[in-house]
Each structure stands twice: as structure tokens, then as C-alpha cells.
């Protein structure tokens, strides 16, 4: 039986796991997907360098979205994000980047809790069309190094 069940037995993220990452923060368990569609937003893996959720839509009861949130640095400075926010200016190209464009010791990690989720919950990749995650937003100005975040949706 799982732990997850009606009640969820999943604490609420308290406040010291808001994303963006921090320093000091706890490793959590290895990708803690939960085994069943979670009703709420849940932090599923963190450690110094990222934060990876787990949330249900919003709008619509059967998507469900995993976001990896990073700070911005000299690896994420030149993604390119799906959706418009602000960033410093610069020139991109306008497609966004997939999560292949970090780093194999980023990527894996995310990549690694999108096969959990799809194993896990019996959920497919809506989006991206094609790999595991876009460049889903960059914030330059949150935080003290900005946040770059990548999302994938299920349905």
C-alpha cells in the first residue's frame, strides 16, 4: 500500500524549501515521487543546485507538471525560455531550449525524475513534443543569481 494515499501523508513544503535552491539546504530522498497524482504542489528532489516539483494543473485535472528550478549562471545564461519573462538584455535565439542544453551532472537528475513520474504514475509526455524538458522561464532578477526553470507536462 502506499504511503500516498487519500490523506497524502506528504508534509506540506514548508517555507525553507521554497524554490530557489540554497546552499545550505538538505538533499532530500532521491527522487520522492509520490505514487499517486498528487493533489498539491510537492517538492520531489533538492539539493545545493536544484529544486525539482511535482504539481497538478491548475486549470485541468489531468495534467500534471514536474519544474526543475536552478539558479542562473554562467551554464544557464544563454537558454532560452519558452515562456516570456524578463532577463537581462541579450540576444537569444527564439526557440527554447531543451534540457539537453545543461550539463550531463544538471540534466541527469531531471531527466531521471521525468522516467520516475512516467514509470511511477502511468502518466506520458505531453510536452515537450519530442525529449524531456523545455526552458520553461528565466527569472535574472529573482534571488541573488536569478532562477532558470524547466518544465515538463504529462496528461
Given at each position: 500500500?502506499?504511503?500516498?494515499?487519500?490523506?497524502?501523508?506528504?508534509?506540506?513544503t514548508?517555507?525553507?524549501?521554497?524554490?530557489?535552491p540554497?546552499?545550505n539546504?538538505?538533499?532530500?530522498?532521491?527522487n520522492n515521487?509520490?505514487?499517486?497524482?498528487p493533489?498539491?504542489?510537492?517538492?520531489?528532489?533538492?539539493?545545493?543546485?536544484?529544486?525539482i516539483?511535482?504539481r497538478?494543473?491548475?486549470?485541468?485535472?489531468?495534467d500534471?507538471?514536474?519544474?526543475m528550478?536552478?539558479?542562473?549562471d554562467?551554464?544557464?545564461?544563454?537558454?532560452t525560455?519558452?515562456?516570456t519573462?524578463?532577463?537581462?538584455?541579450?540576444?537569444?535565439?527564439?526557440?527554447?531550449n531543451?534540457?539537453?542544453?545543461?550539463?550531463?551532472?544538471?540534466?541527469?537528475?531531471?531527466?531521471?525524475?521525468?522516467?520516475?513520474?512516467v514509470?511511477?504514475?502511468?502518466?506520458?509526455?505531453?510536452c515537450?513534443?519530442?525529449?524531456y524538458?523545455?526552458?520553461h522561464?528565466?527569472?535574472?532578477?529573482?534571488?541573488?543569481?536569478?532562477?532558470?526553470?524547466?518544465?515538463?507536462?504529462?496528461?
Amino acid at each position: 500500500m502506499s504511503a500516498h494515499t487519500d490523506g497524502q501523508a506528504v508534509a506540506e513544503t514548508p517555507a525553507n524549501h521554497a524554490s530557489p535552491p540554497v546552499p545550505n539546504a538538505t538533499t532530500t530522498t532521491h527522487n520522492n515521487v509520490p505514487d499517486t497524482f498528487p493533489r498539491k504542489e510537492l517538492t520531489v528532489y533538492r539539493d545545493t543546485e536544484m529544486v525539482i516539483r511535482i504539481r497538478p494543473s491548475q486549470s485541468s485535472g489531468n495534467d500534471l507538471y514536474l519544474t526543475m528550478y536552478m539558479h542562473a549562471d554562467s551554464r544557464t545564461e544563454n537558454l532560452t525560455p519558452a515562456k516570456t519573462s524578463h532577463w537581462d538584455n541579450q540576444e537569444f535565439d527564439d526557440s527554447p531550449n531543451t534540457i539537453k542544453a545543461l550539463p550531463e551532472s544538471l540534466s541527469e537528475q531531471y531527466v531521471e525524475a521525468v522516467e520516475t513520474v512516467v514509470g511511477r504514475l502511468g502518466v506520458e509526455i505531453s510536452c515537450p513534443a519530442s525529449g524531456y524538458g523545455l526552458c520553461h522561464r528565466r527569472h535574472d532578477k529573482l534571488g541573488k543569481h536569478g532562477v532558470v526553470s524547466f518544465r515538463t507536462r504529462f496528461a
